[in-house]
């Protein structure tokens, strides 16, 4: 039921579609809970194996089910949301120490074997490149469940997840980017994501080369997409368009420094590890994520989440966590950096909720506080687009739906 707000319009009501929000908050809860645990600190809870399911919780049970309800959404047929439900039950899962670890391993897995499906009626409605990369990012996601469930280490997963929200992304910036990176960027997008692809299957067998081969693919996609990415432009603007700009080229930043620590070899060393870790499912997936929470959310929840300038707060610290991390804790090895590193970015993560909820509670911004028009449609173009909702299928070209006028 619609809403008539204070300026007279009418607001629509949260959708249902908000149960899906729960499993994935929880993951990401217990996952930041996980995270204060394996720094050594304090930590509201400490069930057994937290520690030990800390990365599939953050990467399939939050990121994962965020993904596929959004393409589900885009889907619009309820066998799509098997896949957010399956990967969100298998984040709770995870968290239930009643639970066997190898059940809530199977039900992750099932998620992930889920998701790629969901991609093959939306192939059908759109042929195209930049969705095949997506449908690819997807199976490298299944992939890396099997691994897991089948008895790997973390190290040996860890690069699968990083071609799943690697590829994810690229592929929905070409995507939104089409009409300034020309026809032929989904073709050379297909060609960097089969790349990442040849890379992680030379590490199968010989981890050390793949890493290497993972690095050089990963600086050669984001060289690329620094070079096309309309946020070059759009970060000398103000308000909304300036915040999401600088959250995107921040990300790109930081998977540019994990592509350079994985040219050192298979990242089973602790430094190393925990800079590639934290490089891109922090500092790159987190950052686009934080980029447009405030158009992706909306769209998927039928919720009002305007910006504010607030919302700079925890993306600075969570880039300042960063720097203190990797450089102070891990590149200069003084524990004391790691750890007050590691808790920066727990409390950016945990005030970035608490500033999109509040946002959301307070509602519209004033019409003084409007941004105008233009910078409106700035922010759309600037539009990270790692958890957009999928435009398929195109109902006229130029237009985007379900999405409003002007934002193609």
């Known amino acids: 039921m619609s809403a008539r707000t204070t300026t007279g319009s009418r607001r629509r009501g949260p959708s249902w579609r908000l149960i899906w929000i729960l499993p994935a908050g929880l993951s990401l809860l217990a996952g930041l809970d996980a995270a204060l645990l394996l720094l050594g600190v304090p930590a509201p809870v400490s069930a057994a194996r937290l520690p030990d399911v800390h990365g599939m919780l953050m990467v399939l049970g939050f990121v994962g089910t965020l993904i596929a309800l959004e393409r589900a959404t885009a889907l619009a047929r309820w066998y799509g949301f098997v896949a957010p439900a399956l990967l969100g039950l298998g984040g709770i899962a995870l968290l239930a120490d009643a639970v066997p670890l190898v059940v809530a391993k199977a039900v992750l897995a099932a998620g992930a074997a889920a998701f790629v499906a969901l991609y093959v009626p939306l192939w059908r409605r759109q042929y195209d490149a930049a969705l095949l990369t997506q449908l690819l990012g997807a199976g490298l996601a299944l992939t890396g469940s099997l691994l897991w469930l089948a008895g790997a280490g973390m190290d ?14 690229a592929a929905e910036r070409v995507e939104l980017a089409r009409i300034t990176m020309g026809p032929n960027a989904g073709p050379r997008l297909l060609v960097h994501a089969w790349t990442v692809t040849a890379a992680l299957t030379i590490g ?31 970060i000398k603007a103000t308000g909304a368009t300036r915040y999401m700009a600088a959250c995107i080229l921040a990300g790109y930043v930081w998977l540019g420094v994990a592509a350079a620590a994985l040219l050192f070899g298979a990242p089973d ?135 409003p006028e002007g934002e193609a």
Do not use: C
Not at 295 to 309: C, D, E, K, M, N
């Open 156 to 169: 040996r997963v860890l690069p699968w997840l990083i071609g799943f929200v690697v590829l994810t992304i």
């Open 204 to 234: 199968l067998v010989a981890p050390d080369a793949g890493a290497i081969a993972l690095g050089v693919a990963l600086l050669a996609l984001v060289a690329w997409l620094i070079g096309h990415d309309v946020a070059r432009h759009t």
């Open 269 to 403: 060393a602790q430094p190393v590890y925990d800079t590639v870790v934290h490089a891109v499912f922090l500092g790159y997936t987190i950052s686009m994520i934080m980029a447009h929470a405030t158009t992706i959310l909306p769209a998927v929840l039928h919720i009002t989440l305007p910006y504010r300038p607030a919302f700079w707060v925890p993306a600075a610290l969570l880039q300042l966590s960063l720097v203190v991390r990797l450089w102070v804790g891990d590149g200069l090895a003084v524990p004391a950096g790691w750890q007050i590193g590691g808790v920066l970015g727990v409390i950016a993560l945990l005030l970035f909720v608490l500033t999109a909820l509040g946002s959301a509670i307070a509602g519209p911004v004033r019409k003084n506080e409007k941004t105008s028009d233009a910078t409106a449609g700035q922010a759309a173009a600037s539009r990270p687009v790692a958890t957009r909702v999928p435009t398929m299928p195109r109902p006229a070209p130029g237009r985007r739906p379900d999405t």
